[in-house]
């Protein structure tokens, strides 16, 4: 302990050097940017400035890679609050309470809290990392299969509480998440299972899924409620609003607290990652709060639970690829790269050979935190700039982008299908009550938990049997335990909070759900392997079970509103839903003959044009809108195609 403390502090003034500080500056700032940006991960921040590094010397090209990571992973709340769009996965529960709060007017109030919230978590896990980075590269090894699949369970088990609507419905949700994961081959055996289309050969990448259950919804939602959200979305400005912000946020002891520990553990385990501890610190956060049932009407506890966590996550998600160099996630094995690319090797010897160059980066790292939050704050305060944005311009931002965002992971046309198709269905659930942040938390467990169930199983056959490598160990009694607690606390939180919500349309949802599930359940009894069909066919079960036990309680629940009168509801915009979805579809049908960015130019100003549906304003002010888009185009173009050199979709011209 005391040696990497000292280490740090020698090491300390190499940090603030003009040459190393300017990259922490402009890292942090890009990561920012980045982060902020629908389906630019911190994973693929990371690499696309893996070739800036190339003429840096190690400790400055590592310090710049260090500080886009961090920053990239803050940066998604940006986009999750104001958009309703998760920049990355690590920032899925920060949209259950920060888009509300925009809502409400309250968006600099949730940026804010959210820039705080990083900094604190940030700060206390490199002070973790600083004080145990030996000792917890050492608990990081004891993590073996059976370990990572009750990890996976207790992650499954904060499900039901993500949703601010019936129970229910979010495990329904969960457990499609969790099928989605086992569609592609199986990661043990290679069988393919539920390939219905070519285009799902790869199975469903996390980034597509993502972008699709978030951004679609919000797209034909905007178009849906054209010329009514913006009344409802107003900017508030306050002044004074960031130390009052400061103060209450420091205040939120347990909040911190909880967020601090959750994201440092869950950093440290290999392959589990910051997606899944900002939800779990959420989740924890509402269970021990007095007020469960105001999570996901837009609270600052829930944004400042969920951001806590994800930067807390960061400086130990480095402990097992510095100490041991296993890279715990994708960010990490980029980062490995980045060194090997440098003729560095990490490992026990790192310490001993190169010690300047990780205490350097450790303090780099530190410093990125104070940055992030300045450069935060300050993009904060224009956060209206957002607010102000018309639906019909904001919409075809949100297609455009998804698009890129998309293709731009596996250059893989395939995966902006998928995105597409998912996001329908998901737009489809929410009529019926349905959240995303469940079928997300389910599509990122479900594969670790499949994975490390399969690989226990054939370990226990060859052993003592299922039950005693299962069942068995102080770290997995430990994780048991805490699955059961979570499970009944649950319970517990939702009878006094949240168990009394309406049901809606539970009766006709459940009723598809059940319908769905029978006739997977069906495919998935005729593979061949039946280790391949084990996960999938266990989660469908349970899926059509709770569909049946939601049926139930929605017949029950329309039985007692029987002779009440019926709330009028506002009409259905289905000409115009369904305009946007044929120019959708055009727009994805030309991008493979125009290229990304001209066929993106004809969309952005035909979608806005058109869906005006009024001839009096088709070609009133069309000169702005000609303006807006070709400035929208640009920048993307210079942005990425002459900056960052990202691939698009390309076509016969560009």
């Known amino acids: 302990m005391l040696e990497g403390v000292q280490g740090f502090l020698d090491n300390l003034p190499h940090v603030f050097t003009l040459y190393n500080m300017t990259i922490i500056l402009l890292g942090s700032l890009g990561g920012l940017i980045l982060g902020a940006l629908p389906g630019v991960s911190p994973t693929m921040s990371v690499a696309l400035l893996v070739p800036f590094t190339f003429y840096m010397d190690p400790t400055s090209g590592l310090i710049l890679l260090g500080a886009v990571y961090a920053s990239s992973v803050a940066g998604g709340a940006i986009s999750a609050v104001l958009i309703n769009i998760p920049g990355a996965p690590a920032n899925i529960a920060t949209v259950l309470d920060g888009y509300p709060m925009a809502k409400a007017g309250k968006a600099q109030l949730a940026l804010y809290t959210s ?24 608990v990081a090894l004891k993590f073996g299969s059976t370990e990572l699949f009750w990890i996976s369970i207790l992650g499954l088990t904060v499900v039901a509480g993500l949703s601010s609507g019936n129970m229910v419905k979010s495990l329904i949700a969960g457990a499609f998440g969790v099928w989605l994961s086992t569609i592609g081959p199986n990661p043990m055996t290679g069988e393919f299972r539920f390939i219905f289309h070519d285009v799902l050969e790869g199975g469903i ?34 002044k004074g609003i960031f130390l009052k912000t400061f103060v209450s946020t420091i205040k939120m002891v347990r909040v911190q607290v909880i967020g601090s520990i959750v994201g440092t553990v869950i950093g440290l385990i290999p392959g589990v990652g910051g997606q899944v501890s900002g939800i779990v610190s959420y989740d924890q956060s509402k269970k021990f709060s007095r007020h469960p049932e105001k999570y996901g ?4 506890d829930g944004v400042a639970a969920a951001e806590s966590a994800n930067n807390a996550m960061v400086g130990p998600s480095l402990v097992p690829l510095l100490t041991l160099s296993i890279p715990g996630s994708p960010t990490a094995a980029v980062l490995l790269g980045g060194l090997l690319i440098h003729g560095i090797f990490p490992g026990p010897d790192l310490f001993r050979y190169h010690s300047d160059l990780v205490h350097t980066f450790i303090g780099a790292l530190l410093v ?48 902006v299908i998928v995105m597409f198709g998912i996001g329908l269905l998901m737009y489809g659930g929410t009529k019926f009550g349905f959240s995303p942040a469940p079928v997300v938390m389910g599509l990122i467990l479900g594969g670790i938990a499949e994975n490390s169930l399969l690989k226990g199983m054939l370990i226990a056959e060859a052993g003592k049997g299922m039950l005693y490598y299962f069942f068995t160990g102080w770290l997995n009694i430990i994780l048991i335990l805490f699955s059961v607690a979570s499970i009944v606390f649950g319970i517990f939180s939702a009878g006094r909070g949240g168990g009394k919500k309406r049901m809606g349309k539970a009766d006709v949802g459940a009723a598809i759900v059940v319908l769905l599930s029978a006739v997977v359940i069906y495919s998935a009894l005729h593979v061949r392997d039946h280790l391949s069909a084990l996960f999938p066919v266990a989660t469908l079960l349970a899926m059509g079970v709770l569909s049946v036990i939601l ?38 049908y030309l991008l493979n003959y125009l290229g990304f960015y001209l066929s993106s130019f004809v969309f952005y100003l035909i979608f806005i044009s058109i869906l005006m549906l009024s001839s009096k304003l088709l070609f009133e002010r069309i000169h702005i809108r000609v303006v807006v888009s070709v400035l929208f185009v640009v920048i993307l173009y210079l942005l990425f195609n002459v900056l960052l050199k990202v691939s698009a979709p390309t076509g016969l011209v560009i």
């Open 115 to 138: 820039f705080i919230s990083t900094f604190i978590g940030g700060v206390v896990g490199m002070i973790v990392m600083i004080l145990l980075t030996l000792p917890l590269a050492e």
């Open 205 to 238: 990448n996390i980034i597509p899924a993502l972008i699709g259950l978030f951004a679609v919804p919000q797209i034909f939602s905007l178009v849906e409620y054209y010329g009514k959200t913006r009344s409802e979305i107003k900017f508030k400005a306050e």
């Open 297 to 300: 009407t837009g609270i600052p």
């Open 368 to 415: 990125t935190q104070a940055a992030m939050l300045l450069f935060g704050i300050m993009l904060s305060r224009h956060s209206h700039w957002v607010m102000r944005v018309p639906d019909l311009y904001m919409a075809a931002s949100i297609v455009v982008l998804a698009v890129f965002g998309t293709y731009s992971v596996n250059n893989n046309f395939n995966d």
């Open 551 to 588: 049926l139930v309680q929605g017949v029950i629940s329309l039985r007692k509103k029987e002779g009440a009168e019926k709330a009028a509801t506002p009409a259905y915009p289905f000409p115009r839903i369904l305009l946007a979805l044929v120019l959708i579809v055009i727009y994805l």
